[in-house]
């Protein structure tokens, strides 16, 4: 089963220039993201048309991309929406995110995981085994013996008990799932926001600072905290700084102006390419803050040995998602 800390050599990330949507205001992001990455990494681009290819070539003449050209495909949360590598097979769940306004999305979800199949079979040429589970990559984080999952994925199939859901997922995965509670405020339940694994004994979790709105995030972390001493594992901890910002929808679910929050501040959703880490950086509410947190993220993975670059995610974090949710490696 694959995993963050592994050694890979290629990432896939979409192009989102020529995208109908708003993902298109995140075109500099993967822009800046390509420029950290390190020069033996192979660049696998899906993108909507030759416009695109052109102009990544051209911001980016000292490297090669492979590229496919799906017209209609305007998704950017690659992590998310095509699954998991188990040795020679591609294990793929239903990527339906169950949150916000998708029962109005049903169209745009199948379109999506029909068109992911041939970004599999373009770049990976691996067998694809269909796993039925709704479920998003950013919903796992594992070290090839466990696997911590949040109960979104309990949620989001109430057609089965959580029990034939963990066989399944042993089964196909060939990992021990451990289904961890979801902090009830957070309606897209992805384990990436929270921790992620350094090597096969440690994991990086988030700490959050003491203030009275995040009250509940910080007795949630604790909860995690026990939970992952629990199976002997060790713990470093991130630095986040999470911003009390909803992101606007038109779902109406909640009185707020929007159903999830920003991921403005989460320095632990951050992408593992072997030795270096490319670490998100945000404009935070003062100066001192924003030089605080950036540099005392960088600070935490360099000291254990970590080339470290960095990309600026304002924009893609408006979104709720950053670096981790943005890429698949291999």
Not at 284 to 311: A, H, P, W
Request: charged share 25%; proline share 4%; glycine share 4%.
């Amino acid at each position: 089963m694959n995993c963050d800390y592994q050694k890979v050599s290629t990432i896939i990330l979409a192009y989102p220039s020529n995208f109908k949507n708003e993902f298109s205001k995140c075109t500099s992001i993967v822009d800046d993201l390509i420029n950290q990455l390190p020069h033996d990494i192979n660049i696998q681009i899906v993108t909507t048309n030759e416009d695109s290819i052109n102009q990544i070539n051209q911001l980016h003449p000292d490297r090669i991309f492979e590229t496919i050209k799906l017209e209609k495909w305007d998704d950017i949360w690659m992590r998310d929406c095509l699954g998991f590598i188990n040795g020679n097979q591609f294990v793929k769940p239903i990527y339906f995110p169950k949150y916000c306004d998708y029962k109005n999305r049903w169209d745009y979800f199948k379109r999506i995981n029909k068109a992911s199949r041939k970004i599999i079979n373009h770049f990976l040429s691996k067998p694809i085994v269909d796993l039925p589970l709704i479920w998003d990559g950013g919903n796992l984080v594992n070290n090839k013996q466990f696997g911590f999952i949040t109960t979104k994925i309990i949620e989001d199939n109430p057609s089965f008990n959580q029990l034939y859901i963990e066989r399944m997922i042993e089964e196909r995965l060939e990992i021990k799932p451990i289904i961890i509670p979801r902090q009830k405020g957070d309606v897209i339940g992805h384990v990436d926001g929270y921790m992620s694994f350094i090597d096969h004994k440690k994991i990086a979790l988030s700490s959050y600072p003491d203030m009275a709105f995040l009250k509940k995030d910080n007795e949630y972390l604790e909860q995690l905290r026990s939970i992952v001493l629990s199976y002997g594992l060790d713990l470093t901890r991130t630095k986040d700084r999470p911003i009390d910002e909803a992101i606007a929808c038109n779902c109406n679910k909640f009185r707020r102006k929007g159903c999830f929050y920003t991921a403005k501040g989460n320095y632990v959703n951050n992408l593992r390419i072997n030795n270096t880490v490319i670490m998100p950086e945000y404009t935070l509410s003062t100066k001192r803050e924003t030089n605080y947190y950036n540099q005392s993220n960088k600070d935490i993975y360099q000291s254990m040995g970590f080339n470290v670059r960095t990309v600026n995610c304002d924009a893609l974090a408006q979104f709720g998602g950053s670096l981790h949710c943005l890429s698949f490696t291999y």
